[in-house]
């Protein structure tokens, strides 16, 4: 069973914390009335269901990617490190995914003082058997981008994390990184 993730960048790198952001008026949240009618009427919800379930706010400011690949990462139900916080039970949490092969592709120090590139967050991935791909917004088009999109989150074998400009959608911050 392969098991893959679409990393989109649509620009930047990961600096904002995800809190309780006020949501701009433009902007539908999913939460709203309006925005879980949107969700049931969707023909393309079926990893919203799968991933949800795994919902993580980010420990820090630059932790953002983290905790999208933590939540990716047990969506997939790839096998993660052992926690003796969660013995027997075991679970991706934002600590226990910097495991030594994982720090040797992508310094704990440097994510923790900067956040993640895409580069180094397909690295992560990686170290996890996930077959990363990594576009950027000035390699594809609007159009191919939603047809990336919609394939990845139309298959619970795949998921899609991407990066984009808080400010191009009216909200507060700079980059941040979310599963889609």
Request: one cysteine or more; a positive charge.
């Amino acid at each position: 069973m392969l098991k893959k993730l679409l990393v989109a960048l649509l620009i930047g790198v990961c600096t904002t914390i995800a809190c309780a952001l006020p949501l701009p008026k433009d902007l539908i949240g999913y939460d709203s009335k309006e925005g879980q009618q949107l969700l049931v009427k969707s023909d393309h919800k079926q990893n919203f269901w799968q991933l949800s379930r795994f919902y993580v706010t980010q420990q820090n400011l630059t932790f953002c990617g983290i905790a999208s690949s933590v939540m990716v990462l047990n969506a997939l139900q790839v096998s993660p490190p052992f926690d003796p916080i969660y013995s027997p039970y075991k679970t991706f949490t934002q600590d226990n995914v910097f495991t030594e092969a994982v720090v040797k592709a992508v310094p704990f120090y440097k994510v923790r003082a900067m956040g993640i590139t895409l580069n180094e967050l397909a690295k992560l991935l990686a170290v996890f058997n996930l077959k990363t791909e990594v576009f950027y917004a000035d390699q594809v088009s609007v159009e191919q981008f939603k047809k990336l999109a919609i394939q990845a989150v139309s298959d619970p074998k795949q998921a899609i994390l991407v990066n984009f400009l808080r400010t191009e959608l009216n909200q507060e911050g700079s980059g941040h990184i979310s599963p889609l």
